[in-house]
């Protein structure tokens, strides 16, 4: 079973996906991540991040690995803590919203999710990646509260520039932030994670077998 989860920075996506795939037993499969490798990846060969075609074929020559302990490799390198520092949340979307990019991300990461019971969380898991997931949510919450979630993780960086970053990557994403007409909406903002982690574990027990 595929578990499709999306929604814009700081919904809750990340905390909320791998508690559920914990409790479900399920694998977890963090797509951002695969951006976010990528766009290491790039900076560190100083490739222009303008250059779809070579960035698409940089992503076919080195494919992202993700490891049973949730570790993200790439090139033969383990970026894990490099993928999460500012410089990657600033140019990702850059990175991103190339087609010839996305194209290879997303037929490696419908052959990741082929691959028995799975959470899958990103921005086009329900409409794109995987169309035919039996459950789809999609997450949100106030962009105050999102930006409050995301200075919690990121302390270092401020509370004004946290929110022109948050508010400038919801511009460059917005074109793959829609939801799948089919995902049940959860606006997380007065709601702890505990509570929509429930919320999708029902979903997802009342499409399993009895
Ligand atoms: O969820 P995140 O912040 O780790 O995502 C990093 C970036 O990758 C974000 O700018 C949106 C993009 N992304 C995407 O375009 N498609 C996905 N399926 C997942 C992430």
New binding site residues.
Partial sequence: MIVAIDGP?GAG??TVAQQLAERLGFRYL????M??ALTWLALQRGLPLADGDRLGQLADENPVMLDEQGRVWIGGTDVTASIRKSDI?RM??VV?RHQPV?QVMRTR?RELADDGNVVI?????GTV?APDAEVKVYLNAERDVRAQRRLAERPEIGADALATDLRL?DQ??AA?MRPAEDAVQIDTTGLDVRDVVGRIEELVRARQPA
């Fill in positions: 920075a996506k990340s963090d797509t951002g991540a951006y976010r949340d990702v979307p991103a996305r990461q969380e990103g921005r086009d898991i990646v990557r460059s994403d793959r």
